[in-house]
């Protein structure tokens, strides 16, 4: 059961920092609007994290047969990718839209860091190697869905 949990909170963690922060940095770049940006957060948390569960859980169905070993992946992606995406709903909240989306890409940065370290620990490897590819990862996704925001503004105003 314990890795079942750690499979899907892994998984929503992941998910939940790169998924959002890629749509959060893209709407921004797109619109400049903290509506639109928030209602990209909430749109995320909710079916992104129901898609992501159902996800998982028919990927876990097809190699496990223990059912409340899938269903606790399930649900544990579904929770936690829920509720990361929507800490990231705070700074926008609280800041103007630009401080709120670089608080949030530190906020995401630092959460995929701190899960990176203790995953490589966990498994007795070097944490910089697994941290940088993830890192690196979530930074090329922030980098190119600004990148999309921008030529979506353009192209469609």
């Known amino acids: 059961m314990r890795l079942a949990l750690k499979k899907g909170f892994s998984f929503g963690l992941t998910s939940g920092i790169i998924t959002t922060l890629g749509l959060m940095v893209g709407l921004f770049s797109g619109t400049a609007s903290q509506l639109v940006v928030m ?3 909430l749109t995320i948390a909710v079916a992104d994290s129901m898609s992501d569960a159902l996800g998982i859980h028919m990927s876990e169905e097809s190699v496990n047969d223990n059912h409340s070993q899938v269903w606790a992946t399930t649900i544990s992606t579904f929770i936690t990718k829920f509720i990361f995406s929507l800490t990231f709903a ?3 909240l609280l800041f103007i839209l630009k401080t709120a ?4 890409i530190v906020w995401g940065l630092l959460l ?3 899960i990176n370290y203790k995953m490589a620990i966990a498994k007795k490897e070097k944490p910089a190697k697994l941290i940088f590819e993830h890192v690196s990862i979530a930074i090329l ?5 600004y990148l999309i925001g921008i ?3 353009i192209v469609f105003k």
């Open 151 to 153: 030529w979506t503004s």
């Open 90 to 92: 705070i700074p926008v």
């Open 39 to 41: 209602g990209g957060i």
């Open 141 to 145: 996704v922030i980098i190119v869905t």
């Open 101 to 104: 989306i670089i608080i949030s």
């Open 112 to 114: 995929l860091v701190i």
